[in-house]
C-alpha cells in the first residue's frame, strides 16, 4: 500500500485531524508520546482455556472451554518499501441484545502491519492489555501499538462475556479477569520458548512482564498483583465462585506469578464498592502506576482510586491524575461512527479534555513507568514531580539547560504541563 493510498484510507476511518493515526504525538506532547525507533507488527491468536467454571451457566458448577481472542503488537522487520498500516475492525455497542445501543462495526486505521516479521534481535518484555466492561482488546490501540514501537510485546485480550460484542453477566467478568491474564501470560511463554515453532520463539522475556487494566481490566490487574477480595466482594456473587481470589485463601496466593513485575491500573473499578478492604490491599506488593480522574463517577476518587493507592501500603506506588476528567481516561479516542449515539459516543470520550491529549501524556507516562520497571532504565526524573502540574516553576537558560529553582514537570514543554497531579508512596519500609 503506497503511503498516498494509505492516507487516503486513514481520513475515511478517523476524525478530520491532522493525525494518521490514534496515538499520533500533538505539538505539545510530552517527550516519551514519540513513537519509537520499532517498525510494528501485529497479529491476531485464537485460544481456548479448558475446562473453566462457567459461572454464568444454570445449574451451577459447570465447566466449558473458555475461547479468548488475542491481539498481538511486537516490534517488526518490515521488507524494503513496505508501508506501515492496517485497518481494525471493532464494534460499538454494549452487548449484543441492546436495542438502544446495537452492536455495529466500524474500521480505523492503524500503524502495525499485519503479520509482519518480528525483529530478529533482541527478546522484548511482554505487557498483558486487559480492557474495560464492556470493551475491546483493540480499545487502547495508542498506546499497543506505541509500546511496540518502544521495544515490547504487547498481547490484549478481547475478555470472553466482556466485550461489546458478547457482553454477559457481570459475575463472569468479576471471576475470569485475573484467570485469563495469567493464562494468557502462560501462552505467551509457551510461545516464547527458544524452539517452539511458534513465530514468537526466542522473542519475548516473559520474565519481565506488567498488566495494564482499564477499569474491570485494573480490578484484575489488582488481582493478579496480590490484592484479594473482600468479603463484600465474596458476597456479592452468590454460591461463593470468587472465594478463590478472597485475600487470606491459599488457593489465591497460588495464583501469584512472579513474572509479573509490574501494574499499570487505569480507573480500576472496585475501591468505592468495597471490594477490596485494608487487609486485601495489603497483598499487593508489586510497583503500580494508578491513572484516574477526579470525577470518575465509576470508579470513583477520593473513595475509589485514591483509596486503592493510599491503601496498598506494600507496593511502590504512583498515581497519575487528570483534574475533572471522569472515567474515560484510557480508551483511544471516539470512532467517527459513535457520533451517531450519544451513548456510543461517551464510552469513548472525557467532556473536558481532548482524547488525543489524553493518549499522549498515557504514552508519556506509561513509558517512563515501564522502562523502569522492566528494562532498568533510570526514568526517576519523568516520576518525580512535583505534586501538582501548576505548581512547577519554568527556570531555564538560553541554551535550555535548568537553571536552579527550575521544578517544571520533566519531559514537558513550557506552558504545557497543566491539568495534572502526580504522587508517589514508596512501599512501607522502603
Known amino acids: 500500500m503506497s503511503v498516498k493510498h494509505l492516507l487516503c484510507l486513514c481520513s475515511l476511518l478517523l476524525p478530520c485531524s491532522a493525525f494518521a493515526f490514534y496515538g499520533d504525538a500533538r505539538p505539545d506532547a510530552p517527550d516519551l508520546a514519540a513513537t519509537g525507533t520499532y517498525s510494528v507488527g501485529v497479529r491476531t491468536e485464537q485460544l481456548v482455556h479448558h475446562d473453566q467454571l462457567d459461572i454464568l451457566a444454570t445449574p451451577p458448577g459447570q465447566h466449558h472451554d473458555r475461547a479468548l481472542r488475542v491481539e498481538?503488537?511486537?516490534?517488526?522487520?518490515?521488507?524494503?518499501?513496505?508501508?506501515?498500516?492496517?485497518?481494525?475492525?471493532?464494534?460499538?455497542?454494549?452487548g449484543a441484545n441492546d436495542p438502544k445501543r446495537p452492536n455495529t462495526p466500524f474500521q480505523f486505521a492503524g500503524r502495525a502491519v499485519r503479520d509482519a516479521v518480528p525483529d530478529p534481535e533482541g527478546r522484548y518484555p511482554l505487557v498483558i492489555l486487559s480492557h474495560g466492561y464492556p470493551g475491546s482488546r483493540l480499545q487502547m490501540s495508542y498506546l499497543t501499538e506505541h509500546l511496540a514501537s518502544r521495544g515490547y510485546v504487547v498481547a490484549a485480550i478481547d475478555h470472553t462475556d466482556s466485550t461489546r460484542a458478547d457482553k454477559a453477566?457481570?459475575?463472569?467478568?468479576?471471576?475470569?479477569?485475573?484467570?485469563?491474564?495469567?493464562?494468557?501470560?502462560?501462552q505467551v511463554a509457551t510461545w516464547a520458548r527458544p524452539n517452539s515453532g511458534h513465530w514468537l520463539a526466542?522473542?519475548?522475556d516473559v520474565d519481565h512482564s506488567a498488566l495494564i487494566g482499564y477499569s474491570m481490566g485494573g480490578y484484575g490487574a489488582l488481582l493478579v498483583?496480590?490484592?484479594?477480595?473482600?468479603?463484600?466482594?465474596?458476597?456479592?456473587?452468590?454460591?461463593?465462585a470468587l472465594q478463590r481470589l478472597q485475600a487470606g485463601n491459599p488457593e489465591y496466593a497460588k495464583l501469584h506469578d512472579p513474572r509479573i513485575k509490574a501494574l499499570i491500573a487505569f480507573a480500576p473499578w472496585g475501591g468505592r464498592q468495597g471490594f477490596f478492604d485494608a487487609k486485601g490491599l495489603a497483598g499487593l506488593?508489586?510497583?503500580?502506576?494508578?491513572?484516574?480522574?477526579?470525577?470518575?463517577?465509576?470508579?470513583?476518587?477520593?473513595?475509589?482510586?485514591?483509596?486503592?493507592?493510599?491503601?496498598?501500603?506494600?507496593a511502590d506506588r504512583y498515581l497519575l491524575v487528570y483534574q475533572n476528567a471522569r472515567h474515560n481516561v484510557?480508551?483511544?479516542p471516539p470512532p467517527p461512527a459513535a457520533s451517531a449515539n450519544p451513548e456510543d459516543f461517551s464510552a469513548y470520550s472525557e467532556p473536558a479534555w481532548d482524547s488525543t491529549r489524553l493518549n499522549n501524556l498515557n504514552q508519556h507516562f506509561v513509558t517512563a513507568f515501564l522502562d523502569?520497571?522492566?528494562?532498568?532504565?533510570?526514568?526517576?526524573?519523568?516520576?518525580?514531580?512535583?505534586?501538582?502540574?501548576?505548581d512547577g516553576q519554568w527556570k531555564v537558560d538560553a541554551q535550555g539547560k535548568p537553571l536552579l529553582g527550575h521544578t517544571y514537570w520533566a519531559g514537558f514543554r513550557n506552558r504545557s504541563a497543566?491539568?495534572?497531579?502526580?504522587?508517589?508512596?514508596?512501599?512501607?519500609?522502603?
Open 225 to 240: 498483583g496480590g490484592a484479594g477480595l473482600s468479603q463484600v466482594a465474596v458476597n456479592f456473587v452468590p454460591g461463593g
Open 72 to 94: 498481538l503488537w511486537y516490534p517488526a522487520s518490515l521488507r524494503p518499501g513496505q508501508q506501515p498500516g492496517t485497518t481494525y475492525t471493532d464494534v460499538l455497542g454494549a
Open 372 to 390: 523502569q520497571q522492566l528494562k532498568g532504565q533510570d526514568r526517576s526524573n519523568y516520576l518525580t514531580l512535583v505534586p501538582r502540574a501548576i
Open 169 to 186: 453477566g457481570f459475575a463472569s467478568t468479576l471471576l475470569n479477569r485475573p484467570l485469563d491474564d495469567l493464562f494468557v501470560l502462560d
Open 418 to 430: 497543566v491539568g495534572m497531579e502526580f504522587y508517589h508512596w514508596p512501599a512501607a519500609g522502603k
Open 330 to 332: 484510557a480508551p483511544n
Open 202 to 204: 526466542g522473542k519475548v
Open 285 to 314: 506488593t508489586l510497583p503500580t502506576l494508578f491513572v484516574v480522574g477526579d470525577q470518575d463517577d465509576i470508579a470513583g476518587y477520593s473513595d475509589g482510586v485514591r483509596r486503592l493507592a493510599e491503601g496498598a501500603v506494600n
